[in-house]
């Protein structure tokens, strides 16, 4: 069975960090790209990041470059978001996505998501 958990999200202030973590299970995950995804109530659903298993290389929304980093660690198949310089326009639901089937790039992810976890809340205070 295929499962993406999240975890590490809370309050925090406005300039303060967080690092989330998605762990992946039922599928191997090296293969694969994990992204991570947003939604705040009202809004529609933004790319965060993404890297791909495979060659390491990672890819940013542009409302988060330069303040967000992506990383993975094989050994304990999870994916990790380190989230610096909050703002409170980052408030929102956090979740990780794949796609296994056809072994969705992260360039398509968006779209073609087949997984994906209920998400970790982040909410940034002012």
């Known amino acids: 069975e295929v499962q993406l958990v999240e975890s590490g999200g809370g309050l925090v202030q406005a300039g303060g960090s967080l690092r989330l973590s998605c762990a992946a299970s039922?599928?191997?995950?090296?293969?694969?790209?994990i992204g991570w995804f947003r939604q705040a109530p009202g809004k529609e659903r933004e790319g965060v990041s993404c890297?791909?298993?495979?060659?390491?290389?990672?890819y940013y929304g542009d409302s988060v470059k330069g303040r967000f980093t992506t990383s993975s660690d094989n050994a304990k198949n999870t994916v990790y978001l380190q989230m610096n310089s909050l703002k409170p326009e980052d408030t929102a639901n956090y979740y990780c996505?794949?796609?296994?089937?056809?072994?969705?790039?992260?360039?398509?992810?968006?779209?073609?998501?087949?997984?994906r976890g209920k998400g970790t809340l982040v909410t940034v205070s002012s």
């Open positions: 039922g599928f191997t995950f090296n293969r694969y790209a």
């Open positions: 890297i791909s298993s495979i060659d390491n290389k990672t």
């Open positions: 996505a794949v796609g296994l089937t056809l072994n969705i790039p992260c360039g398509d992810l968006y779209y073609g998501m087949e997984y």
